[in-house]
């Protein structure tokens, strides 16, 4: 049976041991046997990742087969790769793996049995293993006796450096994802990322074309006494993964999942947070899980006691740790809930001028679902003294391989369909933008998210923003009012209406240049400046 596995994946022939689907303790063992890394005072197993500690987005390419030429979007995020080419690395790949150690991991993308994919995963690293198996759902016997043949081969091997004159590449590293012959390839890079979000680029593409399931880069978590679902969307450092590991509700899970006809499902059977300067404090769930059958990535970890420094950024700024979703302690561990009672939008507004709280229609919904905005604090760039606007469309333009149009008709479908009410919650600043203002405070954030969960924010009356379209409360228990409206809290009205206007025109100027084929009802319910 393995043989023919690894026989479909393009490996006729092993020369080295092959492991399949070790535990966490024997893959652990064989890390710290083979130099990879080592534990942790916490128990995880820590690796560096080398000069890749990061995705590599110029790297990522689909290969550019008649089957779905005319579907993907072709440009700078879904670069094309031609087959012949493609044919040269995966020799290449398929050469350099005969000759190693294998870990295998048979893996499944999908909670809901109904639409998961078997992706049968070949490492040369064992760590490399371990995230996989600890990110992925772990297959039940059954589904093990019935995963051949495999719906997706995945083929990663960070010791081969390619050369980019022969092979194409644009670097030594490459991810080459094929829809056609159902593989993917990782080369040159020890990023484990990659693995994760190569398989959900996948699931990006199989699930809409195959199934009519709604992908999204997103975080969910349900109510334990109703079952109301809520997700949310939001770009990194937004506050989505501490916005919903809430201690009173059920994480579904943190960042990858489908919307099929009544029911929200995880992609995933793991995590894979940010690590840097989390504390137990500040992120206790996160904090507590990172424990024996956790990896932790470029952690800076002390020689001596073994103790990680999560404030350490030495080695980079992106630090992570992976581990199964059942290391937190109320997570929802089928990975399923109902169709999304709720819908939260989070942006990190610098500039000061998007509400703290707005209220959706579905054409508004699916005007900020297209658009993806936040912003960033202007860092240590010599000359950059604003905040930077930053649209990454669908919360998630890197890993969407197929028309933003198509995903968006699907996401107002579904929401108008189950009566799912939107909202927009900004968690960035208030009184004024970065330097001026306040940031909005983590309680009153939460406040607001419970008030639009519970659905009491719609006793509220509300006000429409005339700049940016959007339905305001007046009131929200436990709040400040004057919060609640931005303008009100700015001391100079005349310098709000002018930086509210500059960021409505970023919102046209993005959607414009991006969407000249948006539908006029939705372009209408986006900001006017």
């Known amino acids: 049976m393995l043989q023919d596995q690894l026989a479909e994946a393009g490996i006729a022939s092993t020369h080295g041991a092959v492991l399949v689907d070790g535990s966490p303790a024997v893959l652990v063992e ?17 690796v560096r990742t080398g000069r890749y500690t990061g995705r590599s987005p110029r790297d990522r390419f689909i ?3 008649p089957d779905v030429h005319d579907q993907i979007a072709w440009g700078p995020v879904n670069m094309p790769f031609p087959p012949e080419g493609y044919e040269r690395v995966k020799r290449a790949v398929c050469d ?5 150690d294998l870990y295998v991991v048979h893996a499944i993308a999908g909670a809901d049995r109904r639409w998961c994919r078997k992706f049968l995963v070949v490492c040369e690293r064992a760590s490399q293993a371990l995230f996989a198996r600890q990110l992925l759902v772990r297959p039940s016997k059954r589904q093990l006796q019935e995963f051949e043949p495999q719906d997706f081969s995945v083929l990663v091997a960070p010791g081969l450096k390619l050369d980019p004159e022969e092979y194409g590449t644009n670097s ?5 994802i094929n829809f056609q012959d159902r ?11 990659e693995i994760k979000k190569s398989i959900f680029s996948v699931m990006n593409y199989l699930m809409p074309v195959e199934e009519n399931i709604l992908p999204m880069h997103s975080s969910a978590n349900m109510d334990p006494v109703t079952g109301e679902t809520a997700v949310f969307f939001g770009l990194s450092g937004t506050g989505k993964t501490t916005l919903s590991a809430d201690p009173q509700r059920m994480l579904i899970g943190d960042d990858e999942h489908g919307w099929a006809e009544g029911s929200v499902f995880n992609f995933e059977g793991g995590c894979y947070a940010k690590a840097i300067r989390i504390s137990a404090h500040t992120e206790p769930q996160i904090y507590n899980a990172i424990r024996f059958g956790a990896l932790c990535e470029n952690v800076v970890v002390d020689p001596v006691s073994r103790k990680p420094d999560y404030f350490d950024d030495s080695l980079t700024e992106n630090t992570r740790v992976s581990y199964p979703i059942d290391y937190i302690e109320n997570a929802q561990v089928m990975g399923q809930g109902r169709y999304p009672n709720v819908i939260v939008f989070l942006t990190c507004d610098s500039f000061g001028v998007l509400p703290p709280v707005s209220r959706l229609d579905r054409n508004g919904a699916m005007y900020h679902f297209l658009s993806g905005f936040t912003s960033k604090v202007a860092g ?7 905040p930077q606007p930053t649209f990454s469309t669908l919360f998630g333009e890197p890993f969407m391989p197929l028309s933003p149009l198509r995903y968006a008709d699907m996401f107002g479908e579904k929401m108008e369909k189950a009566g799912t009410r939107v909202y927009l919650i900004n968690t960035g600043w208030t009184g004024g933008p970065y330097g001026v203002g306040n ?4 309680a009153s954030t939460r406040i607001m998210v419970s008030a639009a969960l519970d659905g009491s924010i719609e006793e509220s009356e509300f006000e429409r ?3 940016f379209n959007l339905d305001v409360p007046k009131h929200v228990e436990g709040v400040e009012d004057r919060v609640l409206m931005p303008r009100n809290a700015w001391a100079d009205r005349d310098e709000y209406e002018r930086c509210a206007r500059k960021v409505a025109r970023m919102f046209e100027e993005n959607a414009a240049q991006k969407y000249p084929d948006m539908p006029e009802e939705v372009r209408a319910a986006g900001p006017h400046a």
């Open 172 to 176: 030594e590293a490459v991810v080459l």
């Open 439 to 442: 940031r909005m405070d983590l």
């Open 183 to 193: 593989e993917i390839l990782i080369a040159g890079t020890m990023y484990s990322g």
């Open 465 to 467: 923003d005339p700049i």
């Open 30 to 46: 064989k890390a710290l046997k083979a130099n990879e890394g080592h534990l942790t005072s916490t128990g995880a197993l820590a």
């Open 380 to 386: 240590t760039e010599r000359g950059v003294t604003e």
């Open 63 to 65: 290969v550019d087969t």
């Open 96 to 100: 350099y793996l005969s000759t190693r």
